[in-house]
Nanobody
Framework: VQLQAFGGGLVHPGGSLRLSCGASGFSLGTYAVGWFRQVPGQEREGISCISPIDGSTIYADSVKGRFTISTDNAKNTVYLQMNSLKPDDTAVYSC??????????WGKGTQVTVSS
């Protein structure tokens, strides 16, 4: 059983990246999946999540209107499309999956750096 975030990299301000949260050994389709980010020395910030029941989504104010979370059940993957990136978006991004009975998986993070 494994969950992993990937797709990070270096991007210029105003650019875009799409992160993927891939699962193996279990189906993400029945899990609530959230994206988080953390800067060294700071608390982890929850930035978005998606419900497996109705696909409803929630975004932190810091990313609302710029980031979009989505699910591809056929690929067992949750995506985070990040547009209009800012230097403040620089962080390690990770994903978390929680089942209806509270089984909780964290994925290894991926570094996103926004810099000119």
């Amino acid at each position: 059983v494994q969950l992993q975030a990937f797709g990070g990299g270096l991007v210029h301000p105003g650019g875009s990246l799409r992160l993927s949260c891939g699962a193996s050994g279990f189906s993400l389709g029945t899990y609530a999946v959230g994206w988080f980010r953390q800067v060294p020395g700071q608390e982890r910030e929850g930035i978005s999540c998606i419900s497996p029941i109705d696909g409803s989504t929630i975004y932190a104010d810091s990313v609302k209107g710029r980031f979009t979370i989505s699910t591809d059940n056929a690929k067992n993957t949750v995506y985070l499309q990040m547009n209009s990136l800012k230097p403040d978006d620089t962080a390690v991004y990770s994903c978390n999956a929680v089942s209806p009975i509270g089984i909780n998986y964290w994925g290894k993070g991926t570094q996103v750096t926004v810099s000119s």
